[in-house]
Each structure stands twice: as C-alpha cells, then as structure tokens.
C-alpha cells in the first residue's frame, strides 16, 4: 500500500513538474520549501505557468506577484496580469508566494519564494523557450513590495549548489511596480502589509532592511512604477520614495502618478474585459518593449 502511494505521488508530481505546453501549476521546491511549517496548499509555495498562444522563440517572461497585504493574493493582480503579458508575446509564471497573518509565515519566506521563482524560470528557461536575459517581475501592492525586494537584495546565485536551480542569479532583468507598499516607515508604511512580513514581534532593524527605497543600488534593474496620487491604502509616497532612490542610483525608472483611483484597480477590471484596461497598460506595454520585452 505505502509503495503504491508513493508512486500515486511520483506521478502527480511529474505531472505537476513536467514542461509546459499550456498552463500548469508545480511546486517551488519538489521536497518542501524552507521553513515550511506542514503541508497544507498554504505551506507549499507555488508557480503557474501561462504560455502565449502565438509566439517565437527565445521569448521573454515576468513573474507575476499578486498583492494582498502578505495575508491573501489578489486573483485580478494574478492570472489576468498573466493573461495580459501573454496578450504581448511575455511568457509569465504566477508566484504563490508563502503569507502571514493567519497562515503563520514572515520573512524571510516571502523572499526565499521570490528568489526561488526566478531561479527556476532562469535555470530552466531552455524549457519554454524563454530567453533567460529577459526574465522580469511584476507586483503589485505588497507584490510590488516583495518585487522591490528582490530588486535590491538578488545574488548570482551559487555555483557550488548540487541543486542546479540554485545556481542561477535571481536578478530581475526589469520590475515593474503596481501602487506597491515600499516603505516601512511608520509616516508612509501600509500597516498590513508590514505585520504580516515582519511579525508582531519583529527583531531590531528588520523594518530598515526591508524598506527597500534604503537598498536601491547600482545594479538594482530598471523599473516601471505607477499609483495615484489619492490612494487611501498604500500612499503614493512609497512609490515616489523608491524612484527616487532609482534616480539617486543612476538607475532607469519611468514613473506614472495618476490623479484619482482606488487601491487595487490593476488591469481595470476583476474580469477579462480588454476594453477597461487602464492606461497604465498601454505605457507599461511600451516601456517593456524598449526594454527587449515583448512581440
């Protein structure tokens, strides 16, 4: 009986890992992500890949990074921003990323989930047909922030793994920025957001090294940012914070500040509707084509 699990098991999970030629969902880590607290759908850290119908190769991909204050994933910031990318040649993978609050994860979690997501896509880019220069990240929200993280604290990865995965760079080559949370910084901070990433009982100095508009270097790559200015959530300071830090650093940014819109608004709509997609959309969609992304 236990061998004959075990196989149910092998199965699934070449199933899950197998490449994809439509859209497929497979674990992060095949054994169990680090610090996994069970193994329960909440404790298992998740890709899901959408491929374009039409398209040559190599193409580019993005990771998508739902928000929803480290407590939930927004679907409308998920599988529709996959939809949207795959609608301009852009491969995207959507990250079920590790989350507080109830589910009981903080940082670094988050982090490691990022990093781990666009190690797999980079080590395994020959896969999809990707071009493994062209791998970038969207976020919005508290995505936009675990975007902005990876954006700042990336490594090349290390070349004496056993683990080939490990061994690529998780360096977004863009990052694009959806009204994302930046800062944790009491004046600007989204409180949700920094709760369930540093925990109630957070150690000295975790709120400086995860506010990443301190940790903008050199070689942070370049980015897209937009927010209105009358967001109520997550103040468009966060996003003026971290172009600014872009500027300082010498780094390309295009910022687009909005006059009036709530929180959350994404594409423009919560379904497929082509027809109310933001302008953001448009400009996003140009600025990534400058960037080598996109057909």
């Keep these: 009986m236990l ?4 196989a149910l098991a092998a199965t699934l999970l070449t199933a899950l890992t197998m490449s994809a030629q439509n859209t497929n969902t497979f674990p992060l880590w095949p054994e169990g992500a680090p610090g996994a607290l069970g193994h329960a759908a909440k404790d298992i850290p998740t890709l899901t890949v959408f491929l374009p119908d039409k398209t040559r190769a190599p193409m580019p991909a993005m990771i998508v990074c739902p928000g929803g204050g480290y407590s939930h994933l927004a679907k409308h910031e998920g599988d529709l921003y996959a939809r949207w990318l795959n609608s301009n040649g852009i491969a995207a993978f ?9 589910n009981g994860y903080h ?8 990093s781990r997501a666009m190690r797999i896509v980079r080590a395994r880019a020959g896969e999809w047909g990707i071009d493994p220069k062209h791998i970038g990240m969207i976020g919005s929200s508290a995505g936009g922030h675990l975007a902005s993280l990876l954006a700042t604290k990336f490594d090349a990865g290390d070349p004496s793994a056993t683990d080939p995965v490990e061994r690529a760079s998780s360096r977004p080559d863009v990052v694009v920025l959806c009204y994302p949370a930046i800062t944790m910084d009491d004046r600007f901070r989204h409180t949700g957001s920094k709760t369930n990433l540093l925990g109630p009982h957070p150690a ?3 709120a400086e ?12 790559p370049p980015c897209f940012i937009w927010a209105t200015a009358d967001d109520q959530t997550v103040p468009v300071e966060n996003s003026l914070l971290f172009a600014q830090a872009l500027r300082t650093a010498r780094v390309p ?3 687009h500040i ?4 709530k929180h959350g608004q994404g594409l423009g709509s919560h379904e497929w509707e082509p027809e109310k997609f933001l302008p953001w959309t448009r400009e996003c969609t140009a600025w990534l084509r400058r960037h080598g992304f996109g057909q």
């Excluded at 061998?3 to 075990?6: F, G, I």
């Excluded at 940082?107 to 990022?114: K, R, S």
């Design 204 to 206: 000295p100095g975790l």
């Design 253 to 255: 940014v295009e910022l």
């Design 107 to 114: 940082y670094p979690a988050m982090f490691q989930d990022a």
């Design 94 to 102: 959507v990250l079920k990323y590790r989350l507080g609050d109830t």
């Design 258 to 261: 909005y006059e009036s819109g």
């Design 3 to 6: 061998k004959s699990v075990a």
């Design 209 to 220: 090294e995860l506010s990443t508009e301190k940790h903008v270097r050199t070689n942070t």
